[in-house]
C-alpha cells in the first residue's frame, strides 16, 4: 500500500529529486509549490515527474495548505524562499 507524500517546495532542486525517489518506491507524491518566478522563470520544470500531483499554490495560503494535506501521510517541507540577487534588484 503506498504511502500519501506532501512535498512543498517539490519543484524545486532537492523536492524534486526527493519526489522522484519516492515515486520509484511506488508511493503517491503529491507537490505544493508556488513556482516562485525567481526559481522557475519558465513555469513548471521539465525535470517534475509527470506522475506528481502538482498543486500550484503558496505553502502561507492556509487554505490550499489544508486542501494539500487532505489524505497525506508524511511531509517533507522542502519550500525555500530564494534570496534575490542584488543585481537583480532596481
Ligand atoms: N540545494 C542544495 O544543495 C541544498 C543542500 C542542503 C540543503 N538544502 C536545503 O533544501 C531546501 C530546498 O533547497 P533547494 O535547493 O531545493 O531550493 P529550490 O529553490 O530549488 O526549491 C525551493 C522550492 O520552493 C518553492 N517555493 C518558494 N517559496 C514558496 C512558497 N511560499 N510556497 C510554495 N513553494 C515555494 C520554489 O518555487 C522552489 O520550487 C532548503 O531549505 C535548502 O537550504 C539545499
Known amino acids: 500500500m503506498p504511502n500519501n507524500i506532501l512535498i512543498t517546495g517539490g519543484a524545486g532542486f532537492i523536492g524534486s529529486y526527493l519526489a522522484e525517489h ?10 505544493l509549490d ?3 518566478p525567481q ?11 509527470p506522475d506528481v500531483e502538482l ?3 503558496d505553502v502561507r495560503d ?7 494535506l487532505d ?3 508524511i511531509v517533507i ?3 525555500f524562499r530564494a534570496r ?3 543585481t537583480a534588484s532596481s
Open 39 to 49: 526559481v522557475h522563470p519558465l513555469g513548471p520544470p521539465p525535470y517534475l515527474s
Open 71 to 73: 489524505g497525506i501521510e
Open 55 to 57: 498543486i500550484v499554490a
Open 22 to 31: 519516492f515515486l520509484a518506491q511506488g508511493q503517491h507524491v503529491r507537490v
Open 62 to 68: 492556509r487554505s490550499a495548505l489544508n486542501d494539500a
Open 77 to 79: 517541507h522542502e519550500q
Open 34 to 36: 508556488n513556482l516562485d
Open 84 to 86: 534575490r540577487s542584488p
